[in-house]
């Protein structure tokens, strides 16, 4: 079969991340440097648009899994409906190979160079990809990490790699007659993989130690964050003297209440391309005005401005 553990992809659709304004990507560069300088330091706020450029998908933009149909299953569905969990571990068994295999960008080492250097204070990230902690930082993952699985019903946990050679085993031949399928399988956002398995049989295996549900250490959408995590996050968000959100357009709550929370206290910059809720909030909730609002690509702007503040 197509090994869980290689460097290579097994196979991807052709998703492409969205370009920013190139005409003034210098300007945007001298612009976060000053941001970066007088507000410093910040927490960066981090969401799907930090990892496209290491080809994976996100949800919202013209190219993301949602444009081309893709409903991304409900915690409610998972938890209630062993068919739902056949279909999502089915699917994720050819996804998370690929997603294992991502490296992070240019923009996620940028994020823990500014951290070296004392100008951004940690780091609280929306993504459930493992690409922050594989550039060196430590962030707090708001919802959670694909390469983590626990059992619903006691304390056992596992490693995703450990949990998808079980999969393999229990399914022989499953990744590879995919791997060599042309139509219809390409990396969706989170580790998804676009095949139809409504009509295939797929062996789940569960819980080693009580029989019971084992779940992607994740938060579902629908489903809600640990308390804990939550606390962890603002703790982070409080620390910091300034709010850099990246690649997010903040539609998920609780990303947005963190971001807005800040704002009412600290300077606030946005990089993302594409409009973003904050943008649409009462100017009146800002302490120190609008937020700075840069489109640019993350893996474009960071490295340069690393580059210029030297």
């Known amino acids: 079969f197509c090994t869980m ?19 003034r990507l210098e300007e945007h560069v001298r612009e976060l440097a000053r941001w970066l300088s007088s507000n410093g330091p910040a927490v960066v706020l981090s969401g799907a648009g930090m990892s496209t450029e290491s080809g994976i998908p996100d949800y919202r933009s013209p190219q993301g899994s949602y444009s081309k149909g893709h409903k991304p299953i409900q915690n409610a569905q998972f938890m209630k409906s062993a068919d739902a969990r056949r279909r999502y571990w089915a699917r994720s068994t050819l996804g998370y190979p690929f997603l294992l295999s991502r490296t992070p960008t240019k923009a996620h080492f940028a994020v823990h160079e500014l951290e070296k250097r004392g100008l951004v204070s940690g780091v609280v990230t929306q993504n459930v990809d493992g690409l922050h902690t594989k550039a060196g930082s430590h962030p707090v993952e708001l919802h959670g990490s694909l390469h983590s699985v626990g059992c619903t019903s006691c304390c056992f946990q596992t490693s995703r790699v450990e949990y998808q050679g079980r999969l393999i085993s229990a399914n022989p031949g499953w990744e590879e007659f995919h791997c060599a399928t042309d139509g219809g399988v390409s990396s969706r956002a989170d580790g998804d993989w676009a095949v139809d398995v409504d009509e295939v049989r797929f062996e789940v295996p569960g819980c080693p130690e009580c029989g019971g549900v084992l779940k992607p250490s994740i938060v579902f959408f629908g489903g809600s964050i640990d308390e804990a995590v939550k606390i962890r996050a603002q703790r982070a968000v409080d620390e910091g003297c300034g709010l850099l959100v990246m690649g997010t357009s903040l539609e998920t709550y609780s990303a947005y209440k963190l971001a807005l929370d800040s704002a009412k206290r600290v300077p606030v910059c946005v990089v993302n391309i594409g409009p973003t809720r904050l943008a649409r ?4 909730l800002f302490a120190h005005g609008q937020p700075l609002l840069l489109e640019q690509q993350v893996g474009s702007l960071l490295p340069a401005v690393v580059t210029a503040i030297g």
């Not at 909030?281 to 009146?284: E, Q, V």
């Open 5 to 23: 553990l290689s460097t290579a992809p097994i196979r991807r659709g052709q998703f492409t991340p969205p370009a920013g304004d190139c005409s």
């Open 281 to 284: 909030a009462d100017a009146s």
